[in-house]
Every structure is written in structure tokens, then in C-alpha cells.
């Protein structure tokens, strides 16, 4: 992957800013390329697209923001084995009425019995134990063997699943998205639809020397949803919504949002996060089995049962989720690097949904209870990334970046937003320590 090709003219969307504007900017729709004015100053030139000041998109009236910005559906991205979705309600059943049965039969035991048996387990506690040990030596040999290497990144991975087969599965989600956003499809003449497929071909086109990206057809789909979202199935559909779009302040920044899903499917998340989950679920029948048994009450186990599920979610499930989300920050990053994005402006994109929350007042919830990195965790983990991603622009030979870095464009902004607020505030208070400035963002 390091073996950079395409040593030519990498120049991004082989088009001028200023003609993606006036395409995008007499379209139907809003695409936030242009800076705004929040300041009454004059803006930016257009030709130094790196400059990024807030835009209007980041106004509590003119923009949706969803909790965390899902690089999945709500429901779930990432299709699964059409078996396991059959096997899988039938496996905890199944240990739900082997483990009540087993308590229902100690109970009906006599006294004397019990002892016999607990006599003849005692005895045999080193056959006990070798039946436990194999079955434990071979969880971990099935582990083992089913450990692939991540493509690009070379991490060891479990992948039980075929890739084949999960691709034929994601055309059925495929069919399934179509009907539901069949209405808010933007055709192919729309301005906003042919901003994306540019970024989305020069991508692929671009990293079209790693395997992964040039077997895969990527198809456009432009929805009319409100959503901040945007998420690619492992067959290389793409899907962007308009709220994306808004949110964006340029044409960089949507370059690494879309690099992000691609490494999605190009580093195989969803089967990966399929194959964990489906073999922690399997060993979980295990301890569910002895809680139905052990928990003298149904109640008691069925409060056991919810405790072992977020116990699981919380320690394997959500952790490893966002493992995955900072690999494909990581790996998109080097795609729009190689694309000749400027870089500089991704992490500028999570520090403005990071203030578009703080605007709107939205509580801030730990990053332990989400699937995603925090929008600050994010931005900080791109800006240690972003002097590697400069030197795979340089060794792409692509051109020179010009105008200031746009993350001090954005903290000089803030700066201002900042003053601004306080300037407002103190002359509406009267009981206010004036040598302690509120800084609060305004809710307005």
C-alpha cells in the first residue's frame, strides 16, 4: 500500500473550486461551500478552498444534528448471515429452557440425592475440570484459525463469515434502502448528486492501486433526508443525505467523510463486527445457561440475563466499535491524502459538530456509552494523524497547499463566536462578577 502508483496530476476533481460552487450553487438545492459572514466580515476567496469559516449550516434553525454522527443506519449497516439471524433468537431460547429445566430438576431432587451427587462431583472435580479446559482450548483454537489479516492496515482480525457470501447478502439491505428512500432519491442531474459522484470517483480513482477499492463498483445515491449520515454497504453502494451535505463547509471535508465509508467497505467492518459479535454471543450461551440455572427465580435470572447483555455490550460490543470507527478514520484519511484533499480541513469537520451541539444545547453524553469516538476524541486522533497524511500527499507529487490551515481559520472563528457571546452578555447582566466572562455559546 505504501508503494504509492499514479505519480501524475492527482488535482482534486480535476476541476477549479469556484466551478464545483457555481455548479452546486445554481442547483435546486444548498451545499455549503461558500463561507459565511457570521462576523460581518468579508469572506474568503473561493480559490483558497482550505479557508473554512462557519458556515450558515451551523445555525440551531438551519441544521439537524443527529446525536452522534452514524457512519451506519440506525438500525444497521452492516448485513448478516441470514442464518444467524434465524439461529440466533433460537441459541438464547434454547439456553433459556436448558438452564431452567436444569434448576427445575435440582429442585425436584430429593435431599439425599443431592448430596450423593454433589459426593460424586467432588470425586471426579479433575475430570470436571478437563471436560471444561478442552472445551476452552477449543474456543480459543477456532479463534485462531479463523484470524485473518485487515486489508491495508495489517491488523489480525476474526472473520468467520465468507466474504462472498456477506456481499450477496448486502444487495438483499441494498433492495431493502431503495424501497425505503425510493421517494427521496435525487436524480443524476441534480448539482448536489454530481458533487458527490465526482469526490466519490476521484476517490476510487485515485486509490485504484489497492486491490480492495478497484474490485469494488461504487454507485451513488444522493437522499433528501435531513440526517446528518451518510454510510457505504459492503457491494460499494453509496449513500449520502442531503444533511451531510449542509453540514459540510467544503469540498475537502466531504473528500474525507466519503474516504471514511469507503474504508469502511474496503476494510470489511461489517463482516468483521459480525463475526465478533456472533462468537461472543455463542460464548455467552454459555454463562446464560448457568444463570437460568443457578438464579433460584425466573426474575432473578431474567435480571441476570440483562446485566450479562450490557455487561457485554458495554465491555466488548461499543469498545470495538469504535476501535473500527478510528481505523476508518485512519485509512480514510490516507485515501483522501492520496486523493490530494487538503487534509488539515477533517478534523475542523468534527470540531464544528462538536459546536453545532454546543449550540443547540444538546446534552453531552460519555464516549463509553456510544459506538462512536467523541466529535473532540476524533478531532484530536485526525490531528496526530494528519503530519502522515501530508507526506502521502508529497509522495503523490500532489500540488502545494496553499492559503492558511484551515484549523486556525477555525479556532480564530471560535475566537470571535467567543468574544461575541460575551460581548452580548454583559450588558444584559447586573448581578454578574464582570472579571469572570460568561462564555457560554448562545442558544440562538
Known amino acids: 500500500y505504501r508503494n504509492f502508483i499514479g505519480k501524475g496530476q492527482r488535482c482534486l476533481l480535476n476541476?477549479?473550486?469556484?466551478?464545483?460552487?457555481?455548479?452546486?450553487?445554481?442547483?435546486?438545492?444548498?451545499?455549503?461551500?461558500?463561507?459565511?459572514?457570521?462576523f460581518g466580515e468579508k469572506t474568503t476567496s473561493l480559490q483558497s478552498s482550505s479557508v473554512v469559516q462557519l458556515p450558515h449550516c451551523f445555525s440551531a434553525w438551519n441544521i439537524q444534528i443527529i446525536r452522534s454522527f452514524r457512519t451506519s443506519p440506525s438500525f444497521q449497516a452492516a448485513p448478516v448471515p441470514l442464518l444467524w439471524i434465524i439461529v440466533k433468537p433460537a441459541q438464547k431460547l434454547f439456553a433459556i429452557i436448558l438452564g431452567r429445566s436444569i434448576r427445575n430438576w435440582w429442585k425436584a431432587l430429593p435431599p439425599n440425592k443431592r448430596e450423593l451427587f454433589k459426593e460424586s462431583a467432588r470425586k471426579n472435580k479433575w475430570r470436571i475440570l478437563l471436560g471444561v479446559s478442552s472445551l476452552g482450548v477449543l474456543f480459543v483454537m477456532f479463534y485462531f484459525t479463523h484470524l485473518e489479516e485487515t486489508p491495508i492496515t495489517g491488523r489480525a482480525r476474526l472473520l468467520v463469515f465468507g466474504k462472498e457470501h456477506?456481499?450477496?447478502?448486502?444487495?438483499?439491505?441494498?433492495?431493502?434502502?431503495?424501497?425505503?428512500?425510493?421517494?427521496?432519491?435525487?436524480?443524476?442531474?441534480?448539482?448536489?448528486?454530481?458533487?458527490?459522484?465526482?469526490?466519490v470517483g476521484h476517490?476510487?480513482?485515485?486509490?485504484?492501486?489497492?486491490?480492495?477499492?478497484?474490485?469494488?463498483?461504487?454507485?451513488?445515491?444522493?437522499?433528501?433526508?435531513?440526517?446528518?449520515n451518510a454510510f457505504?454497504?459492503?457491494?460499494?453502494?453509496?449513500?449520502?443525505?442531503?444533511?451531510?451535505?449542509?453540514?459540510?463547509?467544503?469540498?475537502?471535508?466531504?473528500?474525507?467523510?466519503?474516504?471514511?465509508?469507503?474504508?469502511?467497505?474496503?476494510?470489511?467492518?461489517?463482516?468483521?463486527?459480525?463475526?465478533?459479535?456472533?462468537?461472543?454471543?455463542?460464548?455467552?450461551?454459555?454463562?446464560?445457561?448457568?444463570?437460568?440455572?443457578?438464579?433460584?427465580?425466573?426474575?432473578?435470572?431474567?435480571?441476570?440475563?440483562?446485566?450479562?447483555s450490557k455487561l457485554q455490550e458495554f465491555m466488548f460490543d461499543r469498545p470495538y466499535?469504535?476501535?473500527?470507527?478510528?481505523?476508518?478514520?485512519?485509512?480514510?484519511?490516507?485515501?483522501?491524502?492520496?486523493?490530494?484533499?487538503?487534509?488539515?480541513?477533517?478534523?475542523?469537520?468534527?470540531?464544528?459538530?462538536?459546536?453545532?451541539?454546543?449550540?443547540?444545547?444538546?446534552?453531552?453524553?460519555?464516549?463509553?456509552?456510544?459506538?462512536?469516538p467523541s466529535h473532540e476524541n476524533r478531532a484530536e486522533h485526525l490531528d496526530r494523524l494528519i503530519p502522515e497524511a501530508l507526506k502521502i500527499r508529497e509522495s503523490c507529487n500532489c500540488p502545494s497547499l496553499s492559503g492558511p490551515d484551515p484549523r486556525l481559520i477555525f479556532k480564530l472563528n471560535m475566537q470571535r463566536l467567543l468574544e461575541s457571546s460575551k460581548d452580548r452578555e454583559i450588558p444584559n447582566s447586573t448581578n454578574r462578577d464582570l472579571s469572570k466572562p460568561k462564555l457560554d455559546f448562545p442558544h440562538t
Open 166 to 199: 456477506f456481499r450477496e447478502l448486502s444487495e438483499m439491505e441494498y433492495d431493502m434502502w431503495m424501497e425505503e428512500f425510493k421517494s427521496k432519491m435525487l436524480p443524476e442531474t441534480d448539482a448536489r448528486y454530481q458533487v458527490v459522484e465526482r469526490v
Open 321 to 372: 466499535s469504535r476501535t473500527l470507527e478510528a481505523e476508518a478514520d485512519k485509512v480514510g484519511l490516507q485515501f483522501a491524502a492520496k486523493a490530494c484533499v487538503d487534509v488539515r480541513a477533517s478534523s475542523v469537520f468534527w470540531q464544528q459538530m462538536e459546536l453545532a451541539e454546543t449550540i443547540q444545547g444538546q446534552p453531552k453524553l460519555p464516549e463509553w456509552l456510544s459506538t462512536h
Open 15 to 38: 476541476v477549479s473550486n469556484t466551478e464545483v460552487y457555481k455548479n452546486v450553487h445554481h442547483g435546486s438545492g444548498r451545499f455549503c461551500f461558500q463561507s459565511s459572514q457570521p
Open 232 to 308: 457505504v454497504l459492503p457491494n460499494g453502494q453509496v449513500f449520502v443525505f442531503t444533511g451531510l451535505l449542509n453540514a459540510v463547509s467544503d469540498i475537502h471535508q466531504l473528500s474525507f467523510i466519503l474516504g471514511h465509508e469507503i474504508a469502511h467497505a474496503v476494510l470489511e467492518h461489517a463482516a468483521e463486527k459480525a463475526s465478533l459479535v456472533h462468537f461472543l454471543d455463542f460464548l455467552s450461551l454459555i454463562f446464560l445457561t448457568m444463570i437460568w440455572a443457578i438464579c433460584p427465580r425466573d426474575s432473578l435470572a431474567v435480571v441476570g440475563q440483562w446485566i450479562q
Open 203 to 228: 476517490l476510487s480513482e485515485s486509490n485504484k492501486d489497492i486491490p480492495q477499492v478497484s474490485a469494488l463498483k461504487w454507485v451513488i445515491h444522493v437522499v433528501d433526508e435531513p440526517g446528518v
